[in-house]
């Protein structure tokens, strides 16, 4: 069955980097776009990231510049790099298809913390 499983996760102080990791297996007969959403104080079940099957990809305001999305070959690896890490950016990161239908957040896994402190 098609499953996504979240890693990378951790507490680093304001200014540090994190790289999240998206794991897929399954998805068989179709490659759906994939998107990081993230749900902490101050936030919804947020967009931060998606990228496309042609590698294209899009970023909330709040990170760009800041946050790099990317895909392995084989399109079974989602990665989030994130630079300048701030305080807002904390929160539960979780990896969906941007066909999730219902709540992207959990919907999948449970997701991997991030942390950002002073």
């Known amino acids: 069955e098609d499953q996504l499983v979240e890693s990378g996760g951790g507490s680093v102080q304001v200014g540090g980097s994190l790289t999240l990791s998206c794991t897929k297996s399954g998805f068989t007969f179709d490659d759906p776009d994939m998107g990081w959403y993230r749900q902490g104080p101050g936030h919804e079940c947020e967009l931060v990231s998606r990228?496309?099957?042609?590698?294209?990809?899009d970023y909330a305001d709040s990170v760009k510049g800041r946050f790099t999305i990317s895909q392995n070959n084989a399109k079974n690896t989602v990665y989030l790099q994130m630079n300048s890490l701030k305080p807002e950016d904390t929160g539960v990161y979780y990896c969906a298809t941007l066909t999730t239908v219902g709540w992207p957040c959990g919907y999948w896994g449970q997701g991997t913390q991030v942390t950002v402190t002073p």
């Open positions: 990228i496309s099957s042609d590698d294209s990809t």
